[in-house]
Structures are given as structure tokens and as C-alpha cells.
T-cell receptor, first 113, second 113 residues
Framework: GENVEQHPSTLSVQEGDSAVIKCTYSDSASNYFPWYKQELGKRPQLIIDIRSNVGEKKDQRIAVTLNKTAKHFSLHITETQPEDSAVYFCAARPGGSQGNLIFGKGTKLSVKP | DSGVTQTPKHLITATGQRVTLRCSPRSGDLSVYWYQQSLDQGLQFLIQYYNGEERAKGNILERFSAQQFPDLHSELNLSSLELGDSALYFC????????????FGPGTRLTVL
């Protein structure tokens, strides 16, 4: 079945710097890749997603890139702010699935003022 | 607020007991997913229902079961509880199957003593 690896597990940056989180997946038929942000004790919130027919997507300070050949996708956050501090999860929807997501283990991002 | 509701917010019980977690999807959403989040395992997909029918199963134990009712709310039943079942249980909903956005509820924190 699908397996999603996420790196790094923790990331600390200075306010204003960029942050990059990378994920790899194993099922080449996976077709949808969302990123969720989870603050302590709260629900995961979708921040951006990308489908397999697109290579890059941007929404203000957040961007996601997808390399289907290498089976990896990355989250890029520019001009980081303290409120970006949270745990970020990548996920993949396996090909042929009914919609369920397979998640990476998360990256704890700390943005220091 | 995602529009997905879950009750109760917190549940404390003893080993060997049985509990029921409830989820109401967003208005109009037909698909409900259950995920378990523990510290060492991240977000794990348990089970999915679509319009009352089970559509996919993940790492769900035989002691756990779920159903989706005609009004589309869903219940997750956990029985013969063990200490290791302590976790956050999230439900998510989406409009349809396949490539679509999932919105997460606030979660139920289960503590087994």
C-alpha cells in the first residue's frame, strides 16, 4: 500500500526566512496531495493541495511543488511569521482509493521572532 | 470552523469499556472518514463511509466498528478498550468520493485509564 515519508520532523527558522518541508510517496498512481496545518490540540486544516496533473501551485506565501517522476512533493513557506508555527502534515491519496488519505508523520515548525 | 462536528470533545474511561464517538458531516457532504491520531503513529486512516455504505478500511482493529446513518451522521464504536487506544479521533467529510477536499472535525480526545 501507499507509504508517505516526511522530512524533517522538526524545523526551526527565524521570522522572515523560508521553510521547506519534503515528502515522498511510494504509489505512483497517487493523484492528490494535500497539506494540512495543525495547531496544538486543534483539528488539521487544509492549507493547500495539488493534483497529479499540476506541477506547482501557489497561494500567497505558500507553494507546493510536485515531481511525479521522483514521487516527491514539497511545501514552501516564504516570509515566515510566528503564527506559522504548527505541525504540518503532507498526505497522498492512493490511486484507486475511495478517497482516504495516507499521511506523513508531520513536521513541527517553529518560527522564532 | 469546518462545519464538521464531533461529540464528545473529551472522553475518559477505563480499560475494557466501550465508547461511541459521534460525527456530523458538513451539510451536503456524503462521505465520512475516521482517523486516529496518536503521538507515535501520526494520523492513521481507520474507515470510510459514503452515503451509508462502508467504502474503505484502513488500520482499524476488529474491536472497532463504525456506521453511517440515513441522516449521514456517523458513529465510531470502540470496545474492549486498552491503554493504547488513548488518542485523538478525528472525523472528516467530503462531498463525494475520489479527488476531493476533506474537512476535519475538532476531534474527540479519548483517554483510557
Amino acid at each position: 500500500g501507499e507509504n508517505v515519508e516526511q522530512h524533517p520532523s522538526t524545523l526551526s527558522v527565524q521570522e522572515g526566512d523560508s521553510a521547506v518541508i519534503k515528502c515522498t510517496y511510494s504509489d505512483s498512481a497517487s493523484n492528490y496531495f494535500p497539506w494540512y496545518k495543525q495547531e496544538l490540540g486543534k483539528r488539521p486544516q487544509l492549507i493547500i493541495d495539488i493534483r497529479s496533473n499540476v506541477g506547482e501551485k501557489k497561494d500567497q506565501r505558500i507553494a507546493v511543488t510536485l515531481n511525479k517522476t521522483a514521487k516527491h512533493f514539497s511545501l514552501h513557506i516564504t516570509e515566515t511569521q510566528p503564527e506559522d508555527s504548527a505541525v504540518y502534515f503532507c498526505a497522498a491519496r492512493p490511486g484507486g482509493s475511495q478517497g482516504n488519505l495516507i499521511f506523513g508523520k508531520g513536521t513541527k515548525l517553529s518560527v522564532k521572532p | 470552523d469546518s462545519g464538521v462536528t464531533q461529540t464528545p470533545k473529551h472522553l475518559i474511561t477505563a480499560t475494557g469499556q466501550r465508547v461511541t464517538l459521534r460525527c456530523s458531516p458538513r451539510s451536503g457532504d456524503l462521505s465520512v472518514y475516521w482517523y486516529q491520531q496518536s503521538l507515535d503513529q501520526g494520523l492513521q486512516f481507520l474507515i470510510q463511509y459514503y452515503n451509508g455504505e462502508e467504502r474503505a478500511k484502513g488500520n482499524i482493529l476488529e474491536r472497532f466498528s463504525a456506521q453511517q446513518f440515513p441522516d449521514l451522521h456517523s458513529e465510531l464504536n470502540l470496545s474492549s478498550l486498552e491503554l493504547g487506544d488513548s488518542a485523538l479521533y478525528f472525523c472528516a467529510s467530503s462531498v463525494l468520493l475520489g479527488v476531493d477536499t476533506q474537512y476535519f472535525g475538532p476531534g474527540t480526545r479519548l483517554t483510557v485509564l
